[in-house]
């Protein structure tokens, strides 16, 4: 089990099996005083496996969690499919929210570099989510 303070575990875990840091790190939001999370116990499998789709995705580009920018991740959005062609804009949301926590993470234990390398952290996710097409659409109201 990785210690919470340990950061260099855990960067290490995340660059050499991002999937499995990723349950870990599930895992650890659930408990105690990290209790930070949005995401409920019942969850966690849909959220690993969205996840999981991802890194299969950075894993055939070359990528990693580390180096991935917002057009990557605009990429990677356009290879989701829902069930009748493309993925319902919810969807997409989803993934990208599941992503903006992530890389915030990955900034705070210093897998992305963040303000403690002298850089402006960025995060692919929340750059692409002010974008007006991934916004909440409000539904049309009814006439």
Known sequence: MLLAND???QIALWLRDARA???????QRLLGPMQRSSFVARS???????????????DAHSLGV??????????FLCT???????????????Y??????????LHIIGVRPGEADGHEPSNPARD??????????EPPAPV
């Open 44 to 58: 966690n499998r849909q959220y690993a496996a969205m996840f999981g789709r991802f890194c299969a995705w950075l």
């Open 66 to 75: 580390a180096d991935f920018e917002a057009g990557d991740l605009a990429e």
């Open 21 to 27: 840091a990723f349950v870990h790190w599930q895992s």
């Open 128 to 137: 692409l989510l002010v974008l007006p097409e991934y916004r909440y659409r």
């Open 96 to 105: 990208l929210t599941l992503l903006e926590k992530v890389v915030d993470h």
């Open 7 to 9: 950061n260099s575990e």
């Open 80 to 94: 989701i499919d829902g069930r009748e062609g493309k993925a319902a804009d919810s969807t997409i949301r989803r």
